[in-house]
Structures are given as C-alpha cells and as structure tokens.
C-alpha cells in the first residue's frame, strides 16, 4: 500500500512561516520526482515547487519565498515557506513520481494552509 502522509498546514499571519512536510512509505519504484500542488477555491490546480536529481523548480509566484529539499533515505519531501502571502491560502498536495515499467503518480491527502491576519 502506497501512501503520502501530509503534515505542517495551519493558520498563519501574512508575513509568517511554515513547513509542510510529506513521508512516502510503500512504493516500489524508482522515485524520480517529488513536489507539491496547490489548489484554491474557484482556482486551478497549480504546481508550486519540484524536485529531482537534476535541481528544483518553482513556480514565479513562490521563487524566492518558498524552498523544497527532500531526505531520501526517509522518501521525504518539505516545503519551507517563508513570506506567506494571503495568495499563498490553498490546499497543498504532496506528490512522487514513480517509474518502473509503466509511470506511476501518487498524491498525499492534502493540508490546508491558510494566510489571513
């Protein structure tokens, strides 16, 4: 069983900071990709930062603000946020792509992040 355990969501003033996290357990494929989406209300779902063995990307609304590292011994993936915005209020979607024979995609359950003062 595959699964993405999300965790480090919450309410937070603008100009505040957290760390999302996501723990991969149970996938028996190579991982060659790791990141999170996000996704408001009425919004589309968008990509806000990556990571591979060839470097990280990010989305222009986040560089600079944002940074994703991962731990591969723990198949683990984080995303600091520094910053925050009330723009940056949406769900957060952990992801890890896999490759074996066939591609492989799997999604964490999300965690809200909300930015109000």
């Known amino acids: 069983q595959v699964q993405l355990v999300e965790s480090g969501g919450g309410l937070v003033q603008p100009g505040g900071s957290l760390r999302l996290s996501c723990a991969a357990s149970?996938?028996?494929?190579?991982?060659?990709?790791m990141g999170w989406y996000r996704q408001a209300p009425g919004k589309q779902r968008e990509l806000v930062a990556s990571?591979?063995?060839?470097?990280?990307n990010y989305a222009d609304s986040v560089l600079g603000r944002f940074t994703i590292s991962r731990d591969n011994a723990k198949s683990t993936v984080y995303l600091q946020m520094n910053s925050l915005k009330p723009e940056d209020t949406a769900v957060y979607y952990c992801?890890?792509?896999?490759?074996?024979?066939?591609?492989?995609?799997?999604w964490g359950q999300g965690t809200q992040v909300t930015v109000s003062s």
């Open positions: 149970g996938i028996r494929f190579s991982i060659s990709a």
């Open positions: 990571i591979t063995s060839g470097g990280t």
């Open positions: 992801y890890v792509a896999a490759m074996g024979v066939l591609k492989y995609n799997y």
